[in-house]
C-alpha cells in the first residue's frame, strides 16, 4: 500500500482493542507513540516500556519469549523503529518463538523526529519483508474487520507472527509512564519472577 488514503484505523483505538482482554500478557513498547498509548490504557506491571534504543523494541521482547516460553509476549512499535531493527527479524524467523508476537503501528512517520514520511509511505512493505525473513503469518491489517479477525491470533495462534497495523496520522496527547529505565527494568524482573514463584515455575 502506498499512501495513507485508505487508512482508516485510529493507533489509539487499535491498542485499546487489542489490550482489552489482555489477562497475563507481557508487553514491551517502542519509544514514542506506541508507550503512550499503551500508557494511556492504565500502567501494568506486565509492561515493559522503552524509551530509547531505537530498534530494540523486537530483540528485546525476543529476550523475553525466549526466557519466558510459557507466557505470551506482544511487542508493540513503530513503523520507524521496526524499519531501524529490520535485520531482527532475521532473527526472529531462525528462533522460532511459539509466544511471540510483533504488532507494528505504521502510520508511514517517523513521529519522534518531526513527523517526516516513513519508508513504508514510498511502498516498503512490512509484512513482505518479514515473510521474505521466514514468517509464516505476517500481515497488513487495514480495517476494523480485518483487526477483529487477528486479535484472536495475537492470544492464541502459534508464533511467531507479525500484523503490520496500517494506522492514521493522529496527534493523541502524550501519556507518558515511568520513564526510569533502571526502575522499569526492577520493578518488571521482580514481577515476573514473583508471578513465577506463585504458579511455581
Request: with cysteine; charged share 20%; proline share 3%.
Amino acid at each position: 500500500m502506498k499512501g495513507n488514503e485508505l487508512v482508516i484505523l485510529d493507533r489509539r483505538h487499535l491498542v485499546e482493542r487489542i489490550l482489552c482482554s489482555r489477562d497475563d500478557l507481557l508487553l514491551v513498547t517502542g519509544l514514542g507513540a506506541p508507550t503512550w498509548d499503551v500508557a494511556a490504557l492504565g500502567d501494568n506491571l506486565n509492561n515493559f516500556y522503552l524509551w530509547g534504543g531505537m530498534g530494540g523494541a523486537v530483540p528485546t521482547a525476543l529476550g523475553l519469549a525466549l526466557a519466558q516460553s510459557k507466557r505470551r509476549v506482544l511487542v508493540l512499535t513503530g513503523d520507524g523503529e521496526m524499519l531501524m531493527g529490520i535485520g531482527s527479524l532475521a532473527t526472529v524467523a531462525v528462533q522460532k518463538p511459539k509466544n511471540l508476537v510483533i504488532g507494528v503501528i505504521d502510520n508511514q512517520r517517523y513521529g519522534e523526529t518531526g513527523m517526516q514520511r516513513s519508508a513504508t509511505a514510498f511502498g516498503v512493505d512490512i509484512a513482505s519483508i518479514a515473510r521474505g525473513a521466514g514468517f509464516e503469518t505476517a500481515t497488513n491489517v487495514t480495517t476494523y474487520g480485518e483487526l477483529d479477525s487477528v486479535i484472536p491470533q495475537i492470544y492464541n495462534s502459534q508464533g511467531p507472527l507479525l500484523f503490520n497495523f496500517k494506522v492514521t496520522v493522529s496527534d493523541h496527547p502524550m501519556i507518558l509512564p515511568e520513564k526510569n529505565g533502571l526502575e522499569l527494568k526492577h520493578r518488571f524482573r521482580a514481577h515476573i519472577l514473583n508471578a513465577k514463584k506463585k504458579i511455581g515455575g
